[in-house]
Structure formats: C-alpha cells, structure tokens
Nanobody
Framework: VQLQASGGGLVQAGGSLRLSCAAS????????MGWFRQAPGKEREFVGG????????DYADSVKGRFTISRDNAENTVSLQMNRLKPEDTAVYYC????????????????????WGQGTQVTVSS
C-alpha cells in the first residue's frame, strides 16, 4: 500500500499550486483522506480532510477560503488546490489515509491515519 504525493514546488506569494496524491495497492474509496503539513521546527498540522465520497470536507482555519481538497475514487487520487499562497504556507505537505474512518466523517488527528505519503515540499517566497 503506497501513497505518492506530488505537485510541490517554489511559488511566489499570491500564487497557486495543486498537490496530488495517488494511492496504489488497494482502493481507498472507503478511507477518509487528509493533507497535513510540517514546517521546520514545528509540529505536523492538519490542513484539510475529506470523507469517503467527498460529501464532507473541512480545513484548518489558516487555509479556509484558499485551499480546496477533492478526491476521485475511480482514479484513487486526492488533491489539494492551494490558492493565494502565503510564505507561512511553506512546509512539507503529506497526504494520508484513515482506513478506520466512518462514512461521512473527516479525520483530524494525525495519529488516526494509518497510511502516509512521502511528503512534497512547498516553498512560498515573499
């Protein structure tokens, strides 16, 4: 079972990036999916999460209105569209899957996720 994150890079403040996470080895259509990030010297933090069928999505207050999480269960992918990026968004971004989630729920706690991608670096310059 693998999660492969991609799409990170260097962007100027105010710009956009789209992160993608491809799952392989099994279907993740019955897993809550999430994006987390970790900046140097800081703890890993929740960015956004999405329920099994995408009926519920939620975000950290710091990214609400700028980031959008989505998923395509047919393709076994989850994405994070990041707009109006700020220097404080600079971090390594990780996608994750929670196999013990229930339908319609978003998982907020990193410890609840069983599967993690390798991370992709996002750097926003001022």
């Amino acid at each position: 079972v693998q999660l492969q994150a991609s799409g990170g890079g260097l962007v100027q403040a105010g710009g956009s990036l789209r992160l993608s996470c491809a799952a392989s080895g099994r279907s993740f259509s019955s897993h809550a999916m999430g994006w987390f990030r970790q900046a140097p010297g800081k703890e890993r933090e929740f960015v956004g999460g999405i329920s099994w069928r995408g009926t519920r999505r939620d975000y950290a207050d710091s990214v609400k209105g700028r980031f959008t999480i989505s998923r395509d269960n047919a393709e076994n992918t989850v994405s994070l569209q990041m707009n109006r990026l700020k220097p404080e968004d600079t971090a390594v971004y990780y996608c994750a899957a929670d196999e013990n989630s229930v339908s319609g729920a978003v998982t907020y706690n990193a410890d609840a996720y069983e599967y993690w991608g390798q991370g992709t670096q996002v750097t926003v310059s001022s």
